[in-house]
């Protein structure tokens, strides 16, 4: 075989391969990807890069994961369920309240030039601040730590949600709201049936940002607080040196937190139907 | 004036008074008059063609009218009450669709009728009658660009306006469709027996449609001459072969030859402004 042979048979060998991969159907690839993930790390505590000689080997994380999920409790007595509803429940409360005060104010904003000149700066000065540095201030001035902790994953949400909103309306071309008004639609009716419409991927965009804020915010509030939540139970288990309860909690996180954004993207795509259209027929 | 059908079969409803219109942007050395005493009244029912070359203020007359825009100088004036901003009484088509992508194409149509409080039963015997029956479901985003047109102007009949303003409707379109269009919304006109105002750069669209086709001078946009239409109504486009509308042709492209002739002789002039997509017309010689 010529060089030239050769290397027509490698091209094709490697296009047959690139082909053969993408009939693989998605689940069995993602599944694929997650056990990667477990080799990796299978391999770094065997091998004993860094300090993994000390951490738990996959297998026995996801055994202790199986437990826990049949009630075992956790490092400090309570089931690993009732922690994770503390946390996701403060998350989706968070977010939830999140997105009731920004889309309204983001709408707002973008709307009025007034709005945008006098509250911005204070939205641009406000953004930066991590969430968590808000603890401290949220711990003293409100009455409970729950609603500290609520109000601090309440800003992680925030901020995301509010600028998105505000730039998504002022982005909505003018020319639909001309369109709009020469059919005879007054202000309210142009804000509801274009400006937020217009906006809301936009807006929907936001709020996955700010799910995903709010899950880091809420871990990091409930190690510094609280008795309870996921970010509690991470602590408290690295505290009393158990490896496994660790890598337990943070399981929980990552996959609440994926569940959790895969629902934004669910609900995105219902309320946006016309985004998916393509072309008929 | 020897058009016969709609044109003048009308309550007198959908008079346009443009009266010494005058529209600059800017200010200072930036300055620029896009439109500078533009004189102009379209009877009731009447169909009127603003023809001009590129960047020529001819869609900031229609614009005016619309209400987008309040006058530098001179007054818009419809029915005798003086534009002070956008109506249902002045449905407009713009040059690119503006269907709303997030409604389907039904509710699109329904749009003004609904926000009006009005009774939409209309609706589907309107899309039967445009041909889009079928894309009621859709949305705008799945159409092809002769269908969101043909959607876009029932959105606008949906309304009955009095005044149909079109600021060059069919210049995205290929020729045939372009052509099926010109005779769809010709049927609309008679059927509505609104007032038309219909800005195009295509002296063919223009003379095709028109009961008087009015040309308006590049920068400032003035009005150069008013050419009426002699065709027997309803047109066909077997009309555009015959004597009558060649001489009208050589007419008006002799009108416009000067000032395009202006346009390319002043190459520094800024462009810009109304033709989005085709650049300054060359007159055919």
Redesign the interface.
Same mark, same amino acid.
């Given at each position: 075989m010529s060089v030239r042979e050769r290397r027509g048979v490698l091209v094709d060998t490697i296009t047959d391969a690139g082909t053969a991969l993408e009939s693989v159907p998605r689940p069995l690839l993602r599944l694929t990807s997650v056990l990667g993930l477990f080799v990796v790390w299978w391999a770094f505590v065997r091998v004993g890069v860094l300090g993994f000689g000390f951490f738990v080997s996959p297998v026995e994380a996801l055994s202790a994961v199986g437990s826990h999920l049949f009630g075992e409790p956790v490092a400090d007595g309570e089931t690993i369920h009732l922690h994770a509803g503390y946390t996701a429940g403060r998350v989706f409360a968070g977010t939830a309240l999140a997105v009731a005060v920004a889309v309204p104010l983001g709408l707002a904003i973008g709307v009025s030039e007034l709005l945008e000149r006098y509250l911005y700066p204070v939205v641009e000065l406000l953004r930066p601040i991590p969430p968590i540095a808000w603890v401290p201030l949220a711990l003293v001035t409100f009455p409970t730590t729950r609603a500290g902790v609520l109000f601090v994953v309440f800003l992680g949400a925030f901020f995301p949600t509010l600028v998105n909103a505000a730039r998504g309306v002022a982005a909505v071309d003018v020319e639909y709201r001309r369109a709009a008004a020469s059919l005879g639609a007054s202000d309210g009716q142009i804000l509801r049936h274009v400006l937020l419409p217009s906006a809301l991927p936009a807006i929907l965009t936001g709020v996955s940002i700010g799910i995903g804020i709010g899950w880091i915010t809420v871990v990091a509030a409930e190690m510094i607080t609280g008795r309870f939540g996921l970010g509690h139970v991470i602590f408290q288990a690295y505290r009393l040196v158990d490896v496994e309860s660790v890598v337990v909690g943070m399981i929980a996180v990552g996959v609440l937190g994926w569940l959790s954004t895969a629902a934004v993207a669910r609900i995105g795509s219902f309320a946006t139907p016309w985004l998916d259209g393509g072309e008929l027929r | 004036m020897s058009s016969d059908t709609g044109a003048t079969a009308v309550g007198g409803r959908g008079r346009i008074e443009i009266d010494g219109l005058t529209k600059a942007y800017g200010s200072g050395g930036d300055r620029i008059v896009a439109v500078d005493g533009v004189d102009l009244t379209v009877e009731p029912g009447e169909f009127v063609a603003v023809l001009g070359p590129s960047g020529c203020g001819k869609s900031t007359i229609l614009e005016c009218v619309? /209400?987008?825009f309040e006058p530098t100088a001179g007054s818009v004036r419809v029915d005798g009450e003086p534009v002070s901003?956008? =109506?249902?009484d @002045? =449905?407009?088509v713009?040059q690119e669709n @503006?269907l709303?992508?997030?409604?389907t194409v039904r509710e699109n149509v329904a *749009? /003004?009728p609904e926000? @009006?409080g009005r009774p939409t039963d209309g609706v589907d015997g309107l899309l039967e009658r445009m041909g889009i029956a079928e *894309?009621a479901d859709?949305?705008? =985003?799945?159409?092809s660009g002769g269908m969101a047109q043909r959607a876009e102007l029932a @959105?606008?009949l949906a309304?009955e306006p009095s005044i149909m303003l079109m600021d060059e409707p069919f210049s995205a379109l290929d020729a045939m469709t372009r052509e099926r269009m010109q005779v769809e919304s010709l049927s609309a006109w008679r059927e509505t027996a609104a007032t038309t105002l219909f800005v195009t750069h295509d002296v063919e669209e223009a003379i095709f449609l028109a009961d008087r086709v009015v040309v308006v001078s590049a920068r400032p946009g003035r009005v150069k001459t008013v050419v009426d239409v002699p065709l027997d109504r309803p047109r066909r486009h077997d009309v555009r072969t015959s004597e009558a509308f060649t001489s009208l042709k050589g007419e008006l492209l002799a009108s416009i030859h000067g000032e395009a002739g202006v346009e390319f002789a002043e190459p520094s002039s800024p462009q810009g402004g109304g033709d989005r997509r085709t650049g300054p017309r060359r007159p055919e010689p």
């Open positions: - | 619309a /209400g987008y901003g956008p =109506g249902p @002045r =449905g407009v713009f @503006r709303f992508p997030w409604k *749009f /003004g926000m @009006r *894309f859709a949305y705008p =985003g799945q159409l @959105r606008l309304n």
